[in-house]
């Protein structure tokens, strides 16, 4: 069975600070790894996606995430939080030999975002 | 392009009465999921369909809940009936099934509050 774990439900940065969430993944076969987004009210975005091409992954609104296999790790960071980054954000995984796309998700880690 | 369509976006009702909650997958998308969210239980999935069939509805919390999807883009849940722990907000979101590594894309989910 495939898991991941998020380390820290809430995290908070200063505006311009580096941010990070961690997450880790269980898995056993090759994995396919996820982040998503939510904001108040709305439902969940995907921010990026690791597929086994590149280990470091672009995604939307200047996040990028390193697939690390030798620490079954796959953190998102942002080099300068801002404001508008406070939100919950869900780290999930699919295998990539199982159930096609269902996606089992972590607990989720609050972004707070101060001045 | 539009994208998964949640009907009705907030609902409020009495115990025991019946709720049906409505979900539009992206046009093209042969994966349909229903997930619920809580402040206790976080995001949890209820059931999932491949191409309109009920794959796992091992997440549905009880008989009172039933889901349906009598065509590729249109899918119900229903709860009947109704219990004040039932209120959460439930989500729906579709994906392709092709292999593995397909992100799911959610609607902006059902607000349900049971009275």
Request: with cysteine; net charge neutral.
């Amino acid at each position: 069975a495939q898991s991941v774990t998020q380390l820290g439900s809430h995290v908070s940065v200063s505006e311009g600070a580096l941010v990070l969430l961690r997450c880790n993944y269980s898995s056993s076969v090759p994995p396919y790894l996820f982040w998503y987004v939510q904001y108040p009210n709305q439902g969940l975005q995907l921010l990026l996606k690791y597929t086994s091409a590149a280990t470091l992954v672009k995604g939307i609104n200047g996040f990028e995430a390193e697939f690390k296999k030798s620490e079954t790790s796959f953190h998102l960071t942002k080099p300068s939080a801002h404001m508008s980054d406070a939100a919950e954000y869900f780290c999930a995984v699919s295998d990539a030999a199982g159930t096609a796309s269902k996606l089992t998700f972590g607990t989720g880690t609050r972004l707070q975002v101060t001045l | 392009d539009a994208g998964v369509i949640q009907s009705p976006r907030h609902e409020v009702t009495e115990m025991g009465q019946e709720v049906t909650l409505r979900c539009k997958p992206i046009s093209g998308h042969n994966s349909l999921f229903w997930y619920r969210q809580t402040m206790m239980r976080g995001l949890e999935l209820l059931i999932y369909f491949n191409n309109n069939v009920p794959i796992d509805d091992s997440g549905m919390p009880e008989d009172r809940f039933s889901a349906k999807m009598p065509n590729a883009s249109f899918s119900t849940l229903k709860i009947q009936p109704s219990e004040p722990r039932d209120s959460a907000v439930y989500f729906c979101a579709s994906s392709l099934v092709q292999g593995g590594g397909q992100p799911q894309h959610f609607g902006d989910g059902t607000r349900l509050s049971i009275l």
